[in-house]
């Protein structure tokens, strides 16, 4: 037959375990049954003595406690009235002790589901950048931000809407032929354009090599495919 193992349950001290066995068997914390609870509390500690287990001295204790509140609610009492009777109950101090633990277990559990939400985000520290330009003697960066918002404040909130450079086929014939002129009748195509660079321009460009073309007034040639294009003036 194979042997089994028990399992004891662990407590952080004797309070936790008395909390433990008066919810485990539903008691009233303000009205205890002491001598139950006490013969319970001293069949844990014999338990974890036949387990070879240390008992931690808070615990016996604890169950030194309990026999001495038993022994006193078994003395008989002197008849007194009912007020007084409840002011030296011997339970008295051993309730409100447990009624603190379970407060702060309560609390701690709150903090430890708050330390679980925290967990889930990361700070980081500030952080100093250093400058990479640095400013001119005798300027801050507070008169840098003065001045910008000065500046913000007086600028009128307004805009303007600036037309492209039209450049016409004409005009660009005439630079073509100017540039010709200007470097000994001989001019690579590319080079022609040189006002904007824009694509309009290159059209006008292309239009106005054409024209040239056909009115004879320019030349052109290609020493091979791919190769630069060459406009030649005919004078």
């Known amino acids: 037959m194979s042997g089994y193992t028990i399992k004891l349950e662990t407590f952080e001290g004797p309070l936790a375990l008395l909390m433990h066995l008066i919810e485990k068997h539903q008691i009233d914390i303000y009205n205890i049954p002491i001598a139950e609870v006490t013969g319970q509390y001293l069949d844990y500690l014999t338990a974890m003595e036949e387990f070879n287990i240390e008992v931690a001295s808070e615990f016996l204790v604890m169950a030194a406690t309990l026999l001495q509140i038993k022994s006193r609610m078994l003395l008989p009492r002197p008849v007194i009235s009912d007020a007084v009777a409840d002011e030296i109950d011997p339970r ?114 292309f239009l106005a090599l054409l024209e040239l073309i056909r009115l004879k007034r320019i030349s052109i040639h290609q020493e091979q495919p791919f190769a630069p294009i060459h406009l030649t003036l005919k004078e």
């Open 92 to 205: 008295q101090e051993l309730v409100e002790r447990l009624i603190e633990y379970r407060r702060f277990k309560q609390i701690s559990e709150v903090l430890e589901q708050f330390s679980g939400e925290r967990d889930k985000y990361f700070t980081r520290l500030p952080q100093e950048f250093a400058h990479q330009f640095s400013l001119p003697e005798g300027l801050s960066l507070d008169d840098l931000l003065k001045a910008f918002a000065a500046l913000w404040e007086s600028a009128v909130p307004d805009f303007a809407v600036i037309a492209p450079e039209e450049i016409s086929v004409k005009d660009k014939m005439h630079d073509i032929i100017t540039l010709l002129r200007s470097n000994n009748g001989r001019l690579e195509f590319s080079k022609t354009i040189i006002r904007t660079g824009s694509r309009n321009e290159a059209i006008a460009a």
